[in-house]
C-alpha cells in the first residue's frame, strides 16, 4: 500500500477501514540467503538495502523483542555529517544525502527536520579547532558555518552568554543536520523491506551460531534452528554478547547511556544545540518538548536504565548553558545500551569466520548512520566487498595502527 495525501483523504471518507498492517508476521523459515541478526535501525536498513539496492530478498530479520525496543527508538534523534577525519567525513555524508531523500524513498514519514547543528565554542582554541573542523568538512563538500557571538545571539537570545565560567563565543554550524524522528525510521525501513519480501521476525532471539568445519551456516534461536548462507550481525549495545556465541571478543564495551523530554513548550530553540564546555546537548520536538541528553553513565553493563547522579549532571549542563531549562518539568527520561569502541568509530566488516559478518560500534552516534550503515553493509553482504565509503571501517584497523579516532582521547571508550 503506497501512502499518499489522496490516501489519508479517501481513508477520512470512508472511516478508516482500508490500513492495511505495516509489516507481515510471518513464521520463520528452514532457510533463508541472509539471516540478519538485529531489528534496530540498522538491521532494518540492511535488509532493506539488501532487497532494493541488490535484489536479495530472500531475507529474515531476527529481532529479540519488538521492532524499535532498542536504541533505534530510545536516541535524542540528532543527525549530521560534521566530522573531522577521512575515514569518517565521507561515509556520514553519505548517511545524510541519504537523509535528505529517505521519505520519498521508502514512502513514509520520518519527519526528517534539517533544522541545523549548532556545536558552542567557549574558547580561542576551541574556535580554532572548530575552524579547523569547518574547513576540513567544507574541503570534503560538507556544509559548514563559523558563527560568532553577535550571530549566534541573532538565533538563539535565550543562551547564557555572560556565564562567566562557560562564555559562549560563537558556534560551528552545520545547517543541513537536525532530527528525524526515530521510530519512523525503524517502522519505514521495515515497510519497505517488508514489501520487497523480507520476513521480519519479532520475539526471536539468537542464542548460537550453527558452525560447520569453522563456516558459520546458520543460526539456534528461541524459535528453532534457521540455516542461511550469509548471517549478519547487527545488534548494537549487544554485539559483545552476540559475538562471544561465535568465541570472538570485540573491541567493544557495552555503556548505558540516558535521553531525557521535558515537557512541552512553545518553539524555542531553532535547531540542535550543543555546549562545547561540558556534554550537553537538546533541541526541541515537534509536540514541543526539549530533548537532551550528555554523557554516558560510565560503567560496563547491559541494561537499558541509568543511574540519579547522571540526571544532575546532564541537568548541570542544561542550567550552565540555558538557565530557563531550569523551570521545564523534565518528563521522561530513559536510558540504552551503546556499543562503545576503543576508538570511538565504527565497523562494518567480515570477520576471519565464513559466512559470518559483523556491523557495530556506533557509540553515541549511529542514529545518524543509519541509512549509510544499512547501505555499505547490504553492499558488503551482496559483493562480499567493503563500499568505498567504508573501507576504512575494519575489524583489523587497530592491528594496522589506522585508527580513527575523531575526539583523540585514545583508547578509553567510555570518552567517545
Ligand atoms: C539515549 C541515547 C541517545 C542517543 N542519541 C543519538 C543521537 O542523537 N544521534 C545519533 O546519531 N545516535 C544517537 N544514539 C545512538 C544510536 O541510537 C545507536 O548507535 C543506534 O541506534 C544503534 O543501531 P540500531 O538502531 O541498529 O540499534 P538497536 O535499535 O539497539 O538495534 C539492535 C537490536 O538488536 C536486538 N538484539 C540484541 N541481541 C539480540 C539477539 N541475541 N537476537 C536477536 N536480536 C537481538 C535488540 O533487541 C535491538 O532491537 C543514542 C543512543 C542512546 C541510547
Same mark, same amino acid.
Given at each position: 500500500?503506497?501512502?499518499?495525501?489522496?490516501k489519508?483523504?479517501?481513508?477520512?471518507?470512508?472511516?478508516h477501514k482500508g490500513?492495511?498492517?505495516v509489516?507481515?508476521?510471518p513464521?520463520? &523459515?528452514?532457510e533463508?540467503?541472509?539471516?540478519v541478526?538485529?531489528?534496530?535501525?540498522h538491521?532494518?536498513?540492511?535488509?532493506y538495502?539488501?532487497?532494493?539496492e541488490?535484489g536479495?530478498?530472500n531475507v529474515a530479520v @531476527?529481532?529479540?523483542g519488538?521492532i524499535?525496543g532498542?536504541n533505534?527508538?530510545?536516541?535524542?534523534?540528532?543527525?549530521?555529517?560534521?566530522?573531522?577525519l577521512?575515514?569518517?567525513?565521507?561515509?556520514y555524508?553519505?548517511s !545524510?544525502k541519504?537523509?535528505e531523500n529517505l521519505e520519498?524513498d521508502?514512502?513514509?514519514?520520518a519527519m526528517?527536520s534539517?533544522r541545523?547543528?549548532?556545536?558552542?565554542? +567557549?574558547?580561542?582554541?576551541?574556535? #580554532?579547532a572548530?575552524v579547523?573542523?569547518?574547513?576540513?568538512?567544507?574541503m570534503?563538500g560538507v556544509?559548514?558555518?563559523l558563527?560568532?557571538?553577535e550571530?549566534?545571539?541573532?538565533?538563539?537570545?535565550?543562551l547564557?552568554?555572560?556565564n562567566?565560567?562557560?562564555p559562549? !563565543?560563537?558556534? @560551528?554550524?552545520?545547517r543541513?543536520g537536525?532530527?528525524?524522528r526515530h521510530d519512523a525510521?525503524?517502522w519505514?525501513?521495515?515497510?519497505g523491506?517488508d514489501?520487497?519480501?523480507?520476513?521480519?521476525i519479532?520475539?526471536c532471539?539468537?542464542?548460537g551460531?550453527v558452525?560447520?568445519?569453522?563456516v558459520? &551456516?546458520?543460526?539456534?534461536?528461541n524459535?528453532?534452528t534457521i540455516?542461511a548462507?550469509k548471517i549478519?550481525?547487527c545488534?548494537?549495545?549487544?554485539?559483545?554478547k552476540v559475538?562471544s556465541y561465535?568465541?570472538m571478543?570485540l573491541?567493544?564495551e557495552s555503556h548505558?547511556?540516558q535521553?531525557?523530554?521535558?515537557e512541552?513548550? &512553545?518553539p524555542v530553540?531553532p535547531?540542535?544545540l550543543?555546549?562545547?564546555?561540558? +556534554?550537553?546537548?537538546?533541541s526541541?520536538?515537534? &509536540?514541543g518538548g526539549l530533548?537532551?541528553?550528555?554523557?554516558? #553513565?560510565?560503567?560496563?553493563?547491559?541494561a537499558q536504565?541509568g543511574?540519579?547522579?547522571?540526571v544532575?549532571?546532564?541537568?548541570?549542563?542544561? !542550567?550552565?548553558l540555558?538557565?530557563?531549562?531550569g523551570?521545564?518539568?523534565?518528563?521522561?527520561m530513559?536510558?540504552?545500551? !551503546?556499543?562503545?569502541?576503543? #576508538?570511538?568509530?565504527?565497523?562494518i566488516?567480515?570477520?576471519?569466520?565464513d559466512?559470518?559478518?559483523f556491523?557495530?560500534?556506533?557509540?553515541?552516534?549511529?542514529?545518524?548512520?543509519?541509512?549509510a550503515?544499512?547501505?555499505?553493509?547490504? +553492499?558488503?553482504?551482496?559483493?562480499?566487498?567493503?563500499h568505498?565509503?567504508?573501507q576504512?571501517l575494519r @575489524?583489523?584497523?587497530?592491528?594496522r595502527? +589506522?585508527?580513527? #579516532?575523531?575526539?583523540?582521547?585514545?583508547?578509553q571508550p567510555?570518552?567517545h
Amino acid at each position: 500500500m503506497r501512502y499518499s495525501a489522496l490516501k489519508v483523504f479517501k481513508e477520512a471518507m470512508t472511516g478508516h477501514k482500508g490500513w492495511e498492517p505495516v509489516w507481515r508476521e510471518p513464521e520463520p &523459515k528452514a532457510e533463508y540467503d541472509v539471516i540478519v541478526i538485529g531489528g534496530g535501525g540498522h538491521g532494518l536498513a540492511t535488509a532493506y538495502y539488501l532487497a532494493k539496492e541488490f535484489g536479495i530478498t530472500n531475507v529474515a530479520v @531476527l529481532e529479540k523483542g519488538w521492532i524499535g525496543g532498542g536504541n533505534v527508538g530510545r536516541n535524542t534523534t540528532i543527525i549530521r555529517s560534521n566530522y573531522l577525519l577521512p575515514g569518517n567525513t565521507p561515509f556520514y555524508e553519505l548517511s !545524510m544525502k541519504l537523509w535528505e531523500n529517505l521519505e520519498q524513498d521508502f514512502n513514509y514519514n520520518a519527519m526528517v527536520s534539517q533544522r541545523g547543528v549548532m556545536n558552542l565554542y +567557549h574558547s580561542d582554541a576551541q574556535r #580554532d579547532a572548530y575552524v579547523r573542523r569547518g574547513n576540513a568538512m567544507i574541503m570534503a563538500g560538507v556544509d559548514a558555518e563559523l558563527l560568532n557571538r553577535e550571530q549566534l545571539q541573532k538565533e538563539c537570545p535565550f543562551l547564557d552568554f555572560d556565564n562567566a565560567r562557560f562564555p559562549i !563565543m560563537g558556534a @560551528l554550524a552545520q545547517r543541513r543536520g537536525g532530527s528525524v524522528r526515530h521510530d519512523a525510521v525503524a517502522w519505514g525501513y521495515a515497510r519497505g523491506a517488508d514489501s520487497r519480501g523480507v520476513d521480519i521476525i519479532q520475539n526471536c532471539e539468537v542464542n548460537g551460531f550453527v558452525m560447520d568445519k569453522g563456516v558459520c &551456516k546458520g543460526v539456534t534461536t528461541n524459535r528453532g534452528t534457521i540455516k542461511a548462507k550469509k548471517i549478519a550481525v547487527c545488534v548494537a549495545g549487544s554485539s559483545g554478547k552476540v559475538m562471544s556465541y561465535a568465541g570472538m571478543r570485540l573491541p567493544i564495551e557495552s555503556h548505558v547511556l540516558q535521553a531525557f523530554v521535558s515537557e512541552g513548550l &512553545k518553539p524555542v530553540i531553532p535547531g540542535v544545540l550543543t555546549f562545547g564546555a561540558g +556534554h550537553f546537548y537538546v533541541s526541541q520536538s515537534d &509536540k514541543g518538548g526539549l530533548v537532551f541528553g550528555g554523557d554516558i #553513565d560510565g560503567y560496563n553493563t547491559y541494561a537499558q536504565r541509568g543511574n540519579l547522579p547522571v540526571v544532575e549532571d546532564v541537568c548541570e549542563g542544561g !542550567m550552565a548553558l540555558m538557565p530557563m531549562i531550569g523551570r521545564a518539568r523534565l518528563l521522561r527520561m530513559w536510558g540504552g545500551v !551503546m556499543d562503545m569502541s576503543m #576508538d570511538g568509530s565504527p565497523f562494518i566488516d567480515k570477520t576471519g569466520i565464513d559466512g559470518l559478518y559483523f556491523n557495530g560500534g556506533w557509540c553515541y552516534g549511529g542514529f545518524k548512520a543509519t541509512p549509510a550503515s544499512g547501505f555499505c553493509y547490504a +553492499h558488503l553482504i551482496a559483493k562480499d566487498q567493503p563500499h568505498e565509503f567504508a573501507q576504512e571501517l575494519r @575489524l583489523d584497523r587497530f592491528m594496522r595502527g +589506522h585508527l580513527i #579516532d575523531e575526539k583523540g582521547v585514545g583508547a578509553q571508550p567510555n570518552l567517545h
